[in-house]
């Protein structure tokens, strides 16, 4: 009661078909990208994209109530 609670997020993002055409190798390639974005640091965000050879990375936007 009455604390405050911080929560943060890590996300990891595969969009079909390029990280893949089957539930598997999107889950793969999404878990990949959010252990990227856990290494950025907090409230970070992973997408994976293959033709690029590399991942993209941004902050997400935070909510202040």
């Known amino acids: 009661r009455g604390r405050d609670l911080r929560v943060s997020a890590s996300i990891g993002m595969a969009?079909?078909?390029?990280?893949?055409r089957r539930a598997a190798?999107?889950?793969k390639h999404?878990?990949?990208?959010?252990y990227e974005a856990k290494a950025a640091g907090r409230d970070a965000?992973?997408?994976?994209?293959?033709?690029e050879s590399?991942?993209?990375?941004?902050?997400?936007?935070?909510s202040e109530k």
């Open 15 to 20: 969009v079909y078909p390029d990280a893949g």
């Open 25 to 27: 190798a999107l889950r």
């Open 30 to 34: 999404a878990d990949q990208a959010m």
């Open 45 to 51: 965000w992973c997408s994976w994209r293959p033709r």
């Open 54 to 62: 590399k991942k993209v990375k941004g902050e997400m936007v935070k």
